[in-house]
């Protein structure tokens, strides 16, 4: 058996028991992003051979090359990198999500740029729950402002919610970050009448934790392709 075949497995496996282990299974499914960055297109073309659709992505010149090459199949592009204004152009043209809006100005942009004609572009508001001062995201004291105007800009579907919390060892101390971010999006769905449904959290290391307080989407990239190989 292939080795991209037994990792992909191995997830399922993972994500499969960490659903029983929370009585998720029926109720809330949870969807896997492939983190595809700093890998070669051979390895989404095999992934996408056995399945998988949705594959995130972080730099937008890498991005567009494997988008272009890649044009015959119906993938699913996330981008989930730092995002500078002067790509978000691109972004909005070759995305159908973006994981990582973490400013006004780059949402407006987004909005802007979307064609009007297209559906419209999913993305979810980057919170640095952690409150770290060197990780991007919205502070918990700006979002509620930040939200109020996101959510009336056009072109745009505010889906949720995503965040990197900073690394803990242990399960538990690990579901602390997640469950914030869960209670931040039902907080802000109430407070403005929304209706978010996307909380992207989880990678590699952490998935099990994040799926325990109700991820719907988890980014993984190394357990699935490997180390990063550029
Ligand atoms: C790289 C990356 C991932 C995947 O991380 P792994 O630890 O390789 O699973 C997930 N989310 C974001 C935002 C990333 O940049």
Known sequence: MSNIKKRFDHIKQRIDQAL??????????????????????EKIQALYDLGQRDFGESYV????????????????????????????????????????VDRLKIARRLSTQHSENA????????????????????????????VKEIMTLPNLALRGLMAIPKAEPTIDRQRIAFRQLKQLMQQLNQTHNLNMDTLSMGMSNDLEAAIAEDATIIRVGTALFGAREY
């Open 61 to 100: 010149q890498e991005a567009l090359e494997k988008i272009r090459q890649l044009s015959h199949l119906d993938i699913i592009w996330h981008f989930i990198g730092p995002i500078q204004s002067n790509k978000t152009r691109q972004i909005a043209r070759h995305f159908q999500w973006v994981h990582s």
């Open 119 to 146: 559906l419209p572009l999913n993305i979810c508001l980057q919170i640095n729950i952690s409150q770290e001062t060197q990780k991007s995201g919205f502070s918990l004291l700006e979002i509620n402002a930040a």
């Open 20 to 41: 029983e282990s929370n009585e998720r299974l029926l109720t809330n499914p949870v969807s896997l992003l492939a983190v595809s960055k700093r890998h070669p297109r």
